[in-house]
């Protein structure tokens, strides 16, 4: 018993060492985390865009469960651009921090977009049921990236 917790102490000592080495950087660390939310936003909305286009079969499960995900992860967005995190590793342009009225504005519509939806996808029983809210998500995230992100496509998984 006494070995395990002198080795647990061991480890822990070595991981606060390595740790403390490199200081970790706020500004990358958000930039890191905004990245990742807006993979799992397209995540989400690849499969739903795949059953628009007719690359996948309408499946009223796996429409629900992602929009109400997306619904779900959206607001994760707003938080990745407290910092103002811009340059090296980002596609992100200063302009955000400028216009941050706009910009918030923007990220309302999607939110308010993930939100019509989700409710859409409650009482669908085919694709063209959701056609139009999807259709107004889908301009949230250019109207954004046209002016916010440096390269404007918007890819989906
Ligand atoms: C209010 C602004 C805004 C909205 C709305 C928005 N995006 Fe983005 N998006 C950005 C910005 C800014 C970046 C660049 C982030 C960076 O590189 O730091 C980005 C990056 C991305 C990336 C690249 C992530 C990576 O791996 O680097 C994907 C994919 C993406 N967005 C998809 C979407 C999709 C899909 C939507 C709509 C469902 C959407 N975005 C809506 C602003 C927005």
Known sequence: MKKLIVS???????LASSVGAQQRDPI???IKYRQSVYVLLSSHFGP???????RADFDLAALQSNAATL????????????LESHGEGSDALPGIWEN???FDEK??????????LAEAAKTATSVDDVREAFGNV???CKACHDD???DPSVRVR
């Open 28 to 30: 990358q660390d958000q």
């Open 138 to 140: 889908g301009g949230t």
């Open 48 to 54: 739903i865009g795949a059953m628009m286009r007719g």
């Open 107 to 116: 990220m309302n519509n999607l939110q308010m977009g993930m939100a019509g």
């Open 71 to 82: 619904e779900a992860i959206a607001p994760l967005a707003l938080n990745a651009f407290t």
């Open 8 to 14: 647990a102490v061991l480890g822990s000592l070595i």
């Open 148 to 150: 916010y992100r440096a």
């Open 100 to 102: 941050r009225e706009d």
